[in-house]
């Protein structure tokens, strides 16, 4: 008996002899692996589809990294002008120290007018007299402002020193004070006269300021 096959059917019927069944298993078994040794040639023959390579497209020149460099713009501090310190530098002179002149030594006169303050011994040192041979020659007369005394040619100081005190010198006028009093009572043998010079005071007054610095020759 033979068997009736179509494509893709594989019943047999119960009818068919063992033999015949090897024979259409065999045929079957060689048609599958007709069609996979196809598959196979089909799958080696075929490529694999290429996997998209992406290209990465570089710069011929490439960008160099080029230092930015900030210009830093410069910061004008104006100048510090310092005020100049203006430094006046008045010389003021010192006081100038008078000079005294040389001044004439008491000439012994003939006669003499007394003045007020004055005494035997102060018009006796002043003109270098001896004061007892002063007395003598005019009687021991008591002394007034005005009174006129007769002056001897002869006769000298009897000894030491006719200064009251060292001159010249500055003497700070005070109450009272008139040039004659202040060369008989305070310096002993100054003449008036020479003060008076030495100060420039004006005569006939000689006036004199409390508190004013004279100057004794």
């Known amino acids: 008996m033979i068997a009736h096959l179509e494509w893709g059917q594989t019943d047999v019927k119960e009818d ?15 048609l599958l692996g007709g069609i996979l040794l ?24 490439p960008v160099q990294n080029t230092p ?29 120290v008078p000079t005294l002149g040389v001044f004439p030594t008491p000439v012994r006169p003939t006669s003499y ?11 006796a040192r002043r003109f270098n007299l001896d004061p007892a041979g002063l007395m003598t020659a005019n009687g021991s007369v008591e002394l007034h402002p005005g009174t006129v005394l007769k002056v001897p040619s ?7 020193d006719r200064a009251l005190k060292a001159h010249p010198a500055t003497y700070t006028v005070k109450s009272g004070d008139t040039i004659h009093r202040i060369a008989c009572e305070v310096f002993g043998d100054v003449d008036p006269m020479n003060i008076a010079l030495a100060n ?18």
């Open 16 to 30: 068919t002899p063992p033999m015949n069944k090897k024979l259409i298993a065999l045929v079957v078994i060689t």
């Open 38 to 61: 196809s598959g196979c040639k089909l799958s080696a023959s075929t490529p694999p589809a290429a996997t998209p390579t992406v290209e990465l497209a570089f710069p011929t020149n």
């Open 68 to 96: 930015v460099v900030q210009a830093n713009t410069p910061v004008v501090v104006p100048p510090v002008v310092a005020t100049p310190t203006v430094v006046v530098v008045i010389n003021t002179p010192p006081a100038p």
């Open 113 to 123: 007018t007394v003045q007020a303050y004055e005494s035997y011994y102060c018009i």
């Open 154 to 160: 002869t006769g000298t100081w009897p000894g030491g």
């Open 200 to 217: 420039n005071l004006a005569a006939p007054d000689y006036k004199l300021t409390v508190g004013q610095v004279l100057q004794i020759p």
